[in-house]
């Protein structure tokens, strides 16, 4: 049990001593001020049609709970999804391969450690819970169980399904980071969507008890039934909403049932996957499923024959960078598996055929959105290979190979989008073809210069997955390629954004070279 | 051609020194760089191949000075690391145009002195498998070629014959040999043998100080007339051992043979001329 409990607490020390962690932190606090919007605010989290609720504690405190649960649904796998990974990359695994630990209690503490991750993000979202309530509470008394409830209730479970969900997804996909990526992505859009409908069969946010709540308290005193409840950051313009006062939730037996189903669960999923569990046992696995082409057999090594330097073939100096960028452009093409490729496609074709207004503002953040893996190593993948020793000793390495890493970044951006830029070009609209441009150079950037500040992808993972949910939302501030009708001024701030990621790169990765 | 080391330090906070005020001229020929882990071998050559920056100190190739101006040998240099890694997805060939790109070496002359490279170091059946399929001997050995791409005029290996077999470290000296006619080579490594075998001049450091440089005759000198061997009984090692420098045993029959440096010794004792390793031995152990 001191084992287990170890492992569980070194693993949680070394993922909360990195930049991600810290940042994804910093984003949750920001994120849990505008769950609780003032009353002057162009926008709300969570409305009955036109019904908020009064700012007192249990509104409060249920609110925040609840944007909680769907918010580090959305951004906690990211945070969490490769701590088996880290083992199997620093060798660790091997080690713990051959200590006498099961499978199952392996991936359960893995499982713990990304509750606890979470649980701590979770933990100052709470806090700041209580100092919202202080600023916006208007007189209300201060009731520290109608924050502590919600947050037991809705928020815990779902931490903890969210933490197995991880774990398992690492079993099943170890090899396929980017589709494990983009799995979490699918999951999560389909989750939202069963929220806004009271028919849906799986509650894993834990928000239907608080909205029924909310719900019935409106039709019951204000005879008013049409509306649903609306959760996310909803933008409009309108201001005049009527207010009601919410008393906190009364969970029912079976809504503790219900909660505690999703754990258990989540300790089902654990132990199904435990089955499978590689042990770190990859490459015979891999061997064994793989029918092996004769090209691919490895021949024995042989021994060293005398190199005569003298008698190499002369060399010529070549300083351009077009060698860079063919090498990139064919790392970042093979990398991921094979068939993303073929959905990339259907992305291209897709974006050709659709209405123009989806396609600009659906089809092409998704599609970019599915490079994510490609993206986020783009100048970090010298440090995680351990090629950086080559790179930073070669000839004038940040004004020749980084260049070249955000070139191919950006072709491989503008080849993805170019039928949609195709499309704006025979409507002879210039302004959104300067937007998708500026817009693939900024993500790009903007993964360069997290990748150099962090020194990983994680930060960039995180941050491209919460842009691009915000942008399916329509969340105006979100929009990096002009997809929601901006003007000249707004191309202009994202072209600055832009310079000043450039700047930040250069800076950096210009110390970074000389001091390793 | 000549690289000159001036008061080289490389500190990392008030009381921690990875080096500490190392001086040395380096000129062609071949370096053997020898100490016990953390001695400071590695940060010195990281200094020296541009990837890091000292504290405080010069470094001069041929009167420019690299720390001003790192493009003026980053163009001649072959650097292989200690602890390098590949790009898996790239095969071998693609991997060497990459680095060849990265020295700014091109032209037609370069897929024939990639291949020539690729035949030398025996990978050339493999070249079009990706690297993350080699064994850890057959990544060294793309290590050794990619430092060769560019008719380099340093070399910088660290640790080279990690991964390799008795046979191509034998083969791998060789080639250090042949290149050391107009290079110059900075060699660091573990295994004294390696060094004692081809390098013009050694240097030991230990705690981030030069301890001595010379050729071998010279550092082997500094431990003449102090190594000594002797048959003792078994049950007596280890309390010699807290007496002695022990440099190495053979367990016999009845007793033990052990040879060992020291200014008094022990009646007897039979004089034994030195080696490398053991002046190697005398000058970080700090035992006598």
């Known amino acids: 049990m001191k084992a287990f409990y170890k492992i569980i607490i070194s693993d949680y020390k070394q993922r909360t001593r990195s930049y991600a962690f810290l940042v994804t932190l910093a984003v949750s606090l920001y994120a849990a001020y505008s769950f609780v919007p003032p009353p002057a605010a162009n926008y709300t989290t969570v409305r009955i049609g036109n019904y908020l609720g009064i700012q007192n504690a ?89 924050f502590i409830l919600p947050y037991l209730m ?52 834990g928000v239907k008890p608080a909205t029924t709540t909310m719900h019935d308290i409106v039709s019951h005193r204000y005879h008013d039934t049409k509306d ?33 189903l999703w754990i258990c669960f989540g300790f089902f999923l654990i132990l199904f996957s435990s089955k499978f569990f590689h042990r770190f046992d990859i490459k015979q696995k891999f061997k064994a499923k793989k029918k092996i082409k004769l ?153 360069v210069a997290l990748g150099i500040i962090s020194g990983g992808k994680k930060l960039f993972e995180i941050l491209f997955f919460l842009f ?24 202009a701030f994202v072209t600055m954004l832009a310079a000043f990621l450039v700047f930040l790169s250069f800076i950096l990765r210009r110390i970074e070279i000389r001091h390793l | 051609m000549e690289l000159s080391i001036r008061d080289i330090s490389k500190r990392y906070n008030k009381e921690k020194y990875g080096l500490k005020d190392n001086s040395l001229t380096i000129e062609s020929g071949i370096l053997g760089l020898l100490g016990p882990n953390g001695a400071g071998k590695s940060t010195l050559m990281k200094i020296i191949a541009t990837i890091s920056l000292p504290t405080s100190g010069t470094i001069e190739l041929d009167g420019h000075n690299i720390l001003q101006d790192p493009n003026y040998i980053r163009k001649i240099l072959g650097y292989l690391p200690q602890d390098f890694g590949v790009y898996a997805n790239l095969n071998a060939y693609e991997f060497l145009e990459y680095i060849a790109a990265m020295k700014g070496v091109g032209g037609l002359n370069l897929k024939k002195r990639i291949e020539a490279l690729l035949e030398g170091v025996n990978l050339i059946e493999s070249a079009k498998s990706p690297i993350g399929t080699y064994s850890g001997g057959m990544k060294q050995r793309i290590g050794i070629a990619q430092a060769l791409l560019n008719d380099p005029k340093v070399l910088i290996f660290d640790e080279p014959t990690v991964g390799l077999d008795p046979e191509e470290r034998m083969r791998f000296r060789n080639l250090i040999s042949d290149l050391a006619q107009n290079c110059i080579i900075i060699l660091s490594s573990h295994i004294v043998s390696d060094i004692e075998t081809i390098a013009d001049e050694v240097a030991i450091m230990q705690s981030g100080m030069l301890v001595t440089k010379g050729t071998q005759a010279k550092v082997v000198s500094l431990v003449e007339g102090k190594v000594f061997e002797i048959f003792i009984e078994n049950a007596e090692l280890s309390d010699f051992k807290t007496k002695n420098l022990v440099v190495n045993t053979s367990r016999q029959k009845d007793n033990v043979w052990v040879r060992y440096i020291s200014n008094n010794p022990a009646n007897g004792s039979k004089a034994a001329s030195a080696s490398l390793e053991d002046a190697y031995l005398y000058l970080t152990q700090n035992k006598i």
């Open chain 1, 295 to 447: 090209s691919e057999i490895i021949p024995p090594a042989k021994i060293l024959q005398d190199i005569k330097l003298s008698a190499l073939p002369p060399i010529t100096s070549a300083f351009g960078i077009m060698p860079f960028i063919k090498t990139e452009l064919i790392m970042l093409y093979r990398k991921g598996p094979r068939w993303l490729w073929l959905i990339n496609l259907g992305g291209m074709i897709s974006l050709v055929f659709a209405p123009l207004t989806t396609a600009h503002q659906m089809i092409l953040p998704i599609l970019w959105f599915l490079q994510v893996g490609r993206w986020s190593d783009l100048a970090t993948k010298e440090k995680t290979n351990r090629i950086h020793y080559f790179t930073y000793a070669s000839y004038k390495p940040l004004t020749r190979l980084l260049p070249a890493q955000i070139t191919a970044g950006i072709i491989l951006a503008l080849v993805l989008a170019s039928p949609l830029m195709v499309r704006y070009l025979f409507k002879m609209s210039f302004l959104p073809i300067f937007s998708i441009i500026m817009g693939a150079v900024f993500i790009v950037l903007f993964a």
């Open chain 1, 58 to 146: 249990a509104w409060i405190g249920c609110v925040t709970a609840m944007m909680t649960s769907i918010f580090l649904s959305l951004i906690g796998p990211f945070l969490i999804n490769s701590s088996i990974k880290k083992d199997t990359d620093t060798g660790v695994g091997m080690i713990i391969a051959t200590t006498s630990i099961s499978n199952f209690s392996y991936l359960l503490a893995k499982a713990w450690s990304n509750f606890l991750v979470l649980l701590s993000i979770t933990g100052c979202v709470f806090l700041m819970s209580i100092i919202l309530f202080f600023i916006r509470s208007d007189g209300y008394s201060f009731d520290l169980i109608q």
């Open chain 1, 228 to 260: 649903d409840v609306t959760m996310g950051f909803i933008f409009s313009r309108k201001k005049e909403f009527n207010y009601f006062l919410f008393e906190g939730v009364h969970w029912t037996l079976t809504d503790i049932l219900s909660r505690v």
């Open chain 1, 154 to 205: 809705i928020s815990l479970p779902t931490m903890f399904f969210i933490a197995a969900l991880a774990v398992v997804a690492e079993v099943f996909l170890y090899r396929h980071t980017m589709v494990m990526n983009i799995c979490f992505f699918i999951l999560f859009c389909i989750l939202v969507s069963w929220q806004t409908n009271a028919q849906a069969p799986l509650d894993l946010f």
């Open chain 1, 468 to 491: 691009t949910y915000l942008n399916i939302e329509r969340v105006p501030i979100a929009d990096y390629f002009g997809g929601m009708n901006h003007n000249a001024n707004y191309l």
